[in-house]
């Protein structure tokens, strides 16, 4: 061999090792050094905690990675987040809740996380709730939740509770307990959430109301001149405010969406609108099972929508019967519209849920956890309307079985992110330890993971509520809203403005807002 030849291999090797020297260099820059964009949304508490850990963020992580934080107002968030996954400049991280990531997941717009997570030694989904990871996993193809890849990370859970004004309680002689159901039935032959022992009136925070129980206290605690049932002794104008009916409807096996299998369609099956469904439910008698088309239900299950329709009356005789779908709406309006003991919506359009507690003016809300983070500023923090206050679980339907949802929001990876590794490596922060004990500490969301919800990081004795365990009991077996079912929210808005300003403000039945063909 030549030494011109010698001299253009070796020409050629030089040329071939620099080329795979600037190839390392170009994967390392992928995240060391690169400055990456965050937009979030959220309440004064929430923005001020996510500033905290951007800048420790920012001063702590060994690649040099920058974050610069956007703050969107909340009411703007899902219209900016919309624009600017179209455009090109587009955030490199966005927090997307379980309502809204569907839409951008089909417009392109997120990056699947599953390749991330199967990599990190910080996210662990094992450790994590099953269902909180489930809303951000979606199939592009069957347009159905809760499987196919992984899109978001959760940040956290947000279930929601029932507030209560200890000090609006006591003001019309309710004492207040916490007690297990077999301790007050030790102590009070009671077991109930609401119950009279010798001459006096007891609330027991750690037992569910039940339907009638909560109409009965909310009325107990009613002062407004237009219910029918009052106190006048009650310090609180109403004894109620709650603002969704998923609690009343899951409950009993109702909702206002159901998903029917059919094989002959693509999809495999699809959603059917029944929110004025008038069927009877079912739910399984203890000691007993039933088989109804293919499918056996044991005790304490309630029969699937699709499966009621062929159950026999011998099938039935094995169960209880529950209220329909239109019976546990009926009851929801009825609390504003018919006993007022909940404001109607000309109240509730100039008052937020939060300060219609923090001012005192209802006894008892059902909202979620990050009404704590505001309640401990505005309520606990406040030198002049101070009150004691607490929480207990959601009323459940007698005989039927406790039901809620829960809010949730994650941390998402823009598709036309160029710095993927390092947004990934700024999540990995935000939702591992560090991101969630900051948040959990605040008192403002449940943490992501099971552990540190159980710890006292999370449940926080020495502060209110007191009874935070309840949120976490809350949390095995809550769900997402109707917000979450579908790739868009539209279908919400269809019947959901007649239902909240007409049927709930007394101007139009449940009836005539069936029958307009909804």
């Not at 400055?35 to 702590?60: A, D, H, K, M, P």
């Not at 999809?267 to 739910?283: P, R």
């Not at 949120?471 to 917000?483: E, I, N, P, R, S």
């Amino acid at each position: 061999m030549t030494n011109k030849i010698l001299k253009r291999i070796s020409a050629v090797l030089c040329v071939l090792c620099l080329a795979l020297v600037m190839i390392s260099c170009g994967d390392e820059e992928q995240t060391s050094g690169k400055t990456i964009s965050f937009y979030t949304w959220g309440n004064e508490t929430e923005i001020s905690i996510f500033r905290e850990l951007v800048e420790q963020f920012n001063s702590t992580n060994e690649d040099g990675i920058t974050v610069k934080m956007t703050p969107v107002p909340s009411g703007d968030y899902e219209t900016k987040i919309d624009n600017v996954l179209r455009g090109r400049n587009v955030p490199d991280v966005i927090v997307a809740g379980d309502g809204e990531i569907k839409p951008w997941i089909e417009q392109g717009g997120i990056e699947p996380l599953d390749s991330y997570v199967a990599e990190s030694d910080v996210v662990d989904l094992n450790k994590m709730w099953e269902d909180g990871i489930n809303r951000y996993r979606y199939d592009i193809t069957a347009r159905k939740g809760g499987q196919g890849q992984l899109y978001g990370i959760m940040r956290d859970y947000s279930p929601s509770v029932l507030f209560y004004n200890i000090d609006a309680m006591n003001a019309v002689g309710i004492t207040c307990i916490s007690m297990s159901k077999e301790e007050s039935l030790s102590t009070y032959g009671d077991g109930s959430a609401y119950f009279t022992y010798n001459g006096k009136e007891y609330f027991n925070n750690k037992v569910a109301l039940n339907w009638d129980e909560l109409l009965t206290l909310s009325q107990k605690m009613t002062s407004h001149t237009s219910a029918p049932v009052r106190n006048d002794a009650a310090i609180t104008e109403y004894g109620l405010y709650v603002i969704n009916w998923f609690c009343f409807g899951w409950s009993v096996g109702a909702n206002c969406l159901e998903w029917v299998p059919d094989s002959s369609l693509s999809t495999g099956g699809k959603y059917e609108f029944t929110l004025f469904d008038e069927t009877k439910n079912y739910i399984v008698r203890d000691g007993n099972t039933v088989t109804v088309n293919g499918t056996t239900y044991n005790e304490g299950e309630i029969i699937a929508y699709g499966d009621k329709v062929y159950l026999t009356n011998s099938d039935k005789e094995l169960c209880r019967e529950l209220p329909s779908s239109m019976e546990a709406m009926q009851y929801f309006v009825d609390l504003s519209a018919k006993y007022y003991v909940s404001p109607r919506p000309d109240v509730t359009a100039s008052s937020s849920e939060y300060s219609l507690f923090s001012s005192q003016k209802c006894a008892m809300l059902i909202n979620t956890r990050y009404a704590v983070g505001v309640f401990r500023k505005t309520i606990d923090g406040s030198s002049r309307d101070k009150f004691n206050w607490d929480v207990a679980p959601l009323p459940v339907y007698e005989g039927g079985v406790a039901a809620g949802h829960s809010g949730s929001e994650a941390y998402c990876i823009t598709k036309k992110s160029r710095n993927k590794e390092a947004a990934w490596k700024f999540i990995e922060f935000l939702s591992g330890p560090v991101g969630q004990t900051a948040f959990a500490e605040a008192g403002f969301t449940i943490p992501n993971t099971m552990e540190l919800a159980n710890s006292e990081v999370f449940l926080q004795s020495d502060k209110n509520p007191k009874n935070s365990q309840i949120f976490v009991d809350a949390a095995y077996y809550q769900k997402t809203g109707d917000w979450g079912y579908l790739p868009s929210k539209a279908w919400i808005n269809v019947w959901a403005t007649d239902l909240n300003d007409g049927v709930l403000g007394g101007k139009m039945s449940l009836s005539q807002l069936k029958n307009k063909g909804l």
